[in-house]
């Protein structure tokens, strides 16, 4: 029995235009033609298909699963262990990630003792993107950094928020009018502005040596969100995320050069950032 590329298409829940990719790689090429040149699927073809499918909905890429079907010397069940373990770390990971999510929500809804008017007075009308902190305070959850800054941030008062908020705001327009002036970015100012986030850091959340605050503005360059976390979509300019970038590394290099050759290394070089919240208010602005 034969079929037609719309037919297996119809039957195996897949694509035309992935079994045309298939045939054109090499992973499923079906054995017959048409007289009209039309490609033909047989039993094998099919049963080959059946495989394909069954590794792709474990998460094998194709070619991993073109050498499992190919090598009759491929050891699939180690190849399976190997995936069933990974796949156990994944359910972990998102069982956390179900944990996180709930405390998120928490925090929202009881977080810091405000009423809705005085969240709105410290914090403003804020719109943020949780999925970043939320992948942040997975990936450092458990560091030292991590933790202390989310347990600094848990202890200040309405007061605090409303102290450090401000300070942030006075940074953001120092950053915008040294960018729009066109500043270098290894200028003094742009590093000061730099220094002063930096410090910005250290005194409300966690201490952020050079080599730590090089990896934070790393982020804030290459993930849009973690840019909105200190100057929101409304106030940025294209360019601007890099911009800081620079100058936060430019101010490391300065601070290296300073310390001398004899200073102790920098305790940040090898530490993890802190993660979803640090520099940010309960809202997730800066």
């Known amino acids: 029995m034969e079929y037609s590329v719309g037919q297996v298409s ?15 790689t090499g992973l499923l090429s079906p054995s017959g033609r048409s ?6 699927y047989g039993d094998a073809d099919l049963a080959r298909l059946q495989q394909i499918l069954f590794y792709r909905e474990l998460g094998f890429p194709l070619d991993e699963i073109e050498a499992l079907l190919e090598d009759p010397r491929a050891d699939a069940s180690e190849r399976l262990r190997s995936r069933q373990s990974r796949l156990r770390e994944e359910i972990a990971r998102l069982q ?21 008017r005085e969240r709105t007075e ?28 989310m347990e600094r941030a848990a202890g200040h008062t309405k007061e605090d928020w409303r102290t450090l908020t401000g300070e942030a705001a006075v940074w953001r327009e120092e950053l915008l009018a040294a960018f729009d002036a066109g500043e270098p ?14 410090s910005h850091l250290t005194r409300w959340f966690t201490p952020c040596p050079p080599g730590m605050h090089r990896r934070i503005a790393d982020d804030f360059a290459a993930d849009p969100r973690a840019f909105a976390l200190v100057v929101p979509a409304s106030e940025q300019r294209p360019g601007l995320a890099g911009y800081l970038c620079r100058a936060v590394h430019a ?3 300065r601070a290296t050069a300073t310390a001398g050759a004899g200073a102790e290394p920098d305790p940040g070089a090898g530490a993890a950032e802190p993660g979803a919240g640090t520099g940010t208010d309960a809202g997730g602005r800066r």
């Open 185 to 198: 970015a290894d200028g003094t100012c742009a590093m000061d502005i730099a220094e002063a986030h930096r």
């Open 35 to 40: 007289r009209a040149g039309y490609r033909l």
């Open 10 to 24: 119809a039957f195996a829940g897949v694509t035309v235009r992935t079994l045309h990719h298939y045939d054109r």
């Open 251 to 253: 101010n490391a290099a």
């Open 96 to 116: 956390r990630l179900v944990g996180l999510t709930q405390r998120a929500i928490e925090i929202q809804r009881t977080g810091v003792p405000m009423t809705p």
């Open 122 to 149: 410290v914090f403003g009308e804020i719109t943020f993107d949780l999925s970043y902190a939320t992948e942040a305070g997975l990936k450092f959850e458990g560091s030292a950094s991590h933790d202390e800054a």
